[in-house]
């Protein structure tokens, strides 16, 4: 799960990370409430939306940016007004784009010199990895290809947490010396402890800034959450943000569906992750490109299979729908039965193709060809897939 910017500089605050002073609002009518507890000069305006690329978007009206410098109250809450309600375009939210709903205002800051500095899982070890270069202010990805000798990492071990000398390391790393080296630790402290208290996948700041002053600060803040953690974190779930999710995604969550909507035209109703992944790809190996990825589980029923259908045809690119169903606790001629009372439940009206195999597997393909509804039967996944693809392609 991610949040805003301003959620996660909120939490900066309770873990004593230091970020310049920022309020939000969600309606025009609260910017100069908000604009008033800011110091007076240079404040920077931010549409809120979880995408990356804001200040090089576009507004669908033309606006150009969805991060502005302002000069002062009177400007910044304009460019508030040509913010909120808008829909903005960035590399990351595709041709749609995503409407803003808040916006983050926050005092500006004198920049010295930028640097990036993150936390996340690395997969190889099974542990977090500190990530920080002197290259800050631009995607890591392109540092990585480019330079990748200014990437600094610290892999931590969670049994002993954050070391002071790999802190310091890190500190040095980046060239600081003398009291920002003590800031330094400080504010490295703070995210690690805040990654691992709250189960963050990610805890990202770029750009970490100094100033001339010699202060240390979190310019920006990305922070992402494990999803299967959060019923340990009322906290953070309380920050969910519904309007920044598919309907879709959000409707199957409720149902305790596991969906993620694709761009594909052929949806794939699955129970288990790898058997998902696996028809995902042989829908593509014939040439079919798959609508979604969705796991209904291992003890789904009856109901939970007609909302997987209800939530599968709201996609207006669907055009037809795979079934591929191995029944080991939950029996085939229970599914089968299931996959029957939801056609007929959602007035199906797009070529279905399910495939069965497992505990009483004849029984259910025998319930499926018996029925009146136009249903087509596989043996094989392999067979499945190229069913479905050909019907959706007219062959």
């Given amino acids: 799960m991610n949040i805003h910017e301003y959620q996660a500089k909120e939490l900066f605050a309770l873990y004593g990370i230091p970020a310049p002073a920022g309020r939000h609002a969600k309606k025009e009518e609260d910017f100069a409430g908000a604009l008033e507890q800011l110091p007076e000069g240079v404040i920077v305006v931010k549409s809120q939306i979880h995408a990356g690329g804001r200040g090089k978007g576009t507004f669908t009206d033309g606006f150009e940016g969805g991060v502005k410098l302002a000069k002062s109250r009177e400007e910044a809450a304009e460019y508030g007004r040509k913010m909120l309600g808008n829909t903005l375009v960035t590399h990351q939210t595709g041709a749609e784009g995503r409407k803003v709903q808040t916006v983050y205002f926050s005092e500006g800051s004198e920049i010295e010199k930028e640097y990036y500095l993150a936390i996340v899982m690395d997969r190889a070890t099974s542990c977090p990895v500190i990530i920080a270069s002197t290259e800050g202010g631009v995607e890591i990805e392109k540092v990585a290809e480019a330079t990748p000798e ?18 310091r390391n890190i500190a040095f790393g980046l060239g600081f010396r003398d009291e920002q080296v003590k800031r330094t630790l400080k504010l490295l402290d ?7 208290e709250k189960d963050a996948s990610l805890v990202e700041v770029n750009p970490l800034i100094t ?14 959450f494990d999803d299967n953690a959060l019923f340990r974190h009322p906290d953070i779930a309380a920050y969910r943000d519904l309007n920044e999710e598919d309907p879709k995604e959000t409707e199957a969550s409720e149902a305790s569906l596991n969906y993620i909507a694709l761009d594909g035209n052929i949806a794939c109703m699955v129970n288990g992750a790898g058997l998902a992944m696996a028809t995902m790809d042989i829908i593509k190996h014939y040439g079919g490109s798959p609508a979604n990825f969705l796991d209904v589980g291992g003890g789904a029923n009856a109901e939970q299979v007609t909302q997987a259908f209800t939530i599968i045809l709201k996609d207006e690119n669907v055009k037809g729908i795979l079934v591929n169903i191995f029944g080991g606790i939950m029996k085939c001629d229970v599914i089968a039965t299931g996959v029957l009372e939801a056609a007929k439940a959602v007035h199906l009206d797009r070529p279905l193709v399910v495939r069965l195999e497992g505990t009483n597997v004849e029984e259910g393909r025998k ?26 392609s007219g062959k």
Avoid at 150 to 167: E, M, N, S, W
Avoid at 190 to 196: A, P
Avoid at 367 to 389: G, M
């Fill in 190 to 196: 703070g995210l690690y402890t805040l990654f691992w």
């Fill in 211 to 224: 100033t001339p002053a010699g202060d240390v600060l979190a310019l920006d803040a990305k922070v992402g």
């Fill in 150 to 167: 200014k990437i600094i990492r610290a892999v931590i071990d969670p049994t002993l947490g954050l070391r002071p000398y790999q802190a």
């Fill in 367 to 392: 319930l499926l060809d018996q029925s009146d509804l136009k249903i087509v039967s596989a043996d094989t996944l392999a067979d499945a897939a190229k069913k479905i693809v050909d019907l959706v």
